[in-house]
């Protein structure tokens, strides 16, 4: 599904974010992706969904390189991945429903279409109930929620998670972490970035670990580390 | 082909931003508006002109004067020479004889002119020359006066010179003050929809996220540029109509010697031309912004 050969990124201010790394990971993992704080995850999250391109090396997703893409398959890789964030990244003037009927509405669906995935989508993410509410009258679990259905209501392959749980309480974090398994059990690959040492300790799947830009471990029942 | 869910959701946020934008959405459609009223009268006023100078054109001749002991001979070269000059139209001769029966005439019947002058004509041989172009008048009879068996050369001396001096002046005023304004409401509207783009920031990044194309993400941005100047330009259109309307009437029953163009389908044709005119400066103000920042 997803692979790199020594894939390396030099930012024009001559911080060398990734160095070297190769992957792969199968369709339906579950990978942990590990490291301080500036060790590369999220450049290697941008370069999957090709916010960046690499300075050296190849990324492959469903076995086509996607460094030399034209900005229209851009869109179509795209809409292939969703990504999550530790900010949920939800339009505030917006209700719980027309956030998840936004992605949609740009994907040109029709209003049939959106009003009926739109509310099953609510209701895989435990949300029927929240639809007419605004962020701001959410908890953070639940605006994580809203992003999670927004980035699933296409039927992505991959999903992404940058820090999903890294702005919510210990309890919460579990719910969007089994929020996460129970998507990932459907067949979705599912990759998430995270410094929750308890959450990685506990579910023991895939860890990769990146460290000043390396790829310094891979296991395939891993833990935090240190 | 676009679907109408996708076109209506387009426009939507077109229009939402325009709301949102209020005060400088206003801003840049009353710039357009002026600058497509003030494009519209001078247009006016210059095809108004144009039909004027047209009418005149027909009235403008030149008188050539030969010396009064020209010989036949000297008359025919003259003829033939002003005959191949470059924009001439017509030439026509007036003998002597001719022009002196039409100065009788004019003195009325039963006069006997030539007796009275003792025999002798005193009137010259003279052409009235055309030109095809009353531009080229004063150039045409200043080489005419050259000619060296002609004596005089008369045509309405600096008044067509005049007229066509304050029509061009007033030709470049409008073109200058037109550009100006133009590029006042495109800078307006690059403005108007910069602030969209920005305000938008959130839903550019999402779209992105989510797999929408370029286009699609730029559409509403542009959209709503085009929405700015057409709205304008409608304005401008709509106050020019009834103002050159009263106007037309109001010289019909006053000055009517005074030609105006009165062909309703005309001024109609001009009007849209305002229209997509202010259209295209819209579409050129939202075209700069989204180019320059909207990166997608």
């Known amino acids: 599904m997803i692979r790199m050969y020594n894939a390396s990124k030099d930012y024009a201010n001559g911080v060398k974010a990734l160095i070297d790394v190769n992957i792969q990971i199968a369709k339906g993992e579950f990978v942990f992706l590990v490291g301080p704080s500036g060790a590369g995850k999220s450049t290697f999250i941008r370069l999957l969904f090709r916010e960046e391109l ?4 190849q990324v492959i997703i469903a076995g086509k390189s996607i460094v030399r893409l034209r900005s ?12 999550v964030f530790q900010d949920f990244r939800l339009l505030s003037d917006r209700t719980a429903f027309e956030n998840v009927a936004f992605a949609l509405r740009v994907l040109q669906f029709s209003h049939k279409e959106i ?4 509310p099953e989508i609510l209701r895989q993410v435990g949300l029927s109930a929240k639809a007419g509410s605004y962020p701001h009258q959410l908890s953070g679990g639940e605006q994580q929620r809203v992003a999670i ?3 699933i209501v296409n039927n992505p392959k991959i999903l992404i998670a940058d820090e999903p749980t890294g702005n919510l309480d210990p309890d919460t974090s579990w719910e969007i972490m089994h929020l996460l398994y129970e998507i990932n059990k459907r067949g979705t690959t599912l990759i998430i970035a995270t410094h929750d040492k308890k959450i990685v300790d506990t579910m023991k799947r895939r860890v990769i670990g990146l460290e000043r830009g390396r790829l310094v ?4 029942q891993g833990v935090y580390g240190l | 082909m676009m679907k109408l869910t996708t076109i209506r959701f387009l ?3 077109a229009l939402a931003s325009i709301k949102r934008n209020g005060m400088m959405s206003l801003a840049s459609i009353g710039t357009v508006a002026i600058s497509m009223f003030v494009l519209g009268t001078f247009l006016l006023l210059a095809l108004n002109a144009n039909l004027m100078a047209d009418t005149i054109e027909t009235n403008v001749e030149i008188a050539v004067l030969v010396y009064p002991d020209a010989s036949e001979e000297t008359i025919d070269t003259t003829y033939n020479d002003i005959s191949s000059l470059n924009g001439v139209m017509s030439v026509s001769h007036i003998g002597k004889d001719e022009a002196l029966a039409s100065l009788e005439k004019q003195f009325g019947e039963g006069h006997d002119l030539l007796r009275s002058l003792g025999g002798v004509n005193p009137l010259p041989d003279s052409f009235i020359v055309k030109v095809e172009n009353p531009r080229l008048v004063s150039e045409v009879a200043d080489v005419i006066g050259g000619f060296s068996s002609v004596d005089k050369v008369r045509y309405g001396k600096g008044m067509i010179e005049k007229l066509f001096s304050v029509l061009d002046w007033v030709r470049w005023l409008g073109a200058g003050i037109v550009v100006l304004l133009s590029l006042a409401a495109v800078f307006l509207i690059a403005i108007t929809v910069r602030i969209t783009v920005f305000a938008r920031g959130d839903e550019i990044t999402i779209m992105k996220y ?4 370029n286009w699609f993400i730029r559409w509403p941005f542009f959209l709503e540029g085009l929405i700015l100047g057409t709205l304008g330009s409608l304005l401008a259109a709509t106050a020019i109509y009834f103002s050159y309307s009263q106007l037309v009437s109001y010289v019909i029953l006053t000055v009517n010697f005074i030609p105006l163009i009165t062909d309703k389908e005309f001024i109609l044709r001009l009007l849209l031309y305002l229209l997509v005119g202010g259209a295209v400066l819209g579409s050129i103000g939202s075209a700069v912004s989204v180019r320059k920042f909207l990166k997608v």
């Open chain 1, 54 to 57: 690499p300075s050296k090396g």
């Open chain 1, 72 to 83: 229209s398959k851009v869109a179509v890789l795209r809409r292939n991945i969703g990504v």
């Open chain 1, 115 to 118: 009003n009926q995935r739109v």
């Open chain 1, 149 to 151: 259905a927004r980035a």
């Open chain 1, 217 to 220: 471990r891979d296991d395939q």
């Open chain 2, 11 to 13: 426009v939507g946020q």
């Open chain 2, 210 to 213: 989510v797999g929408a194309t």
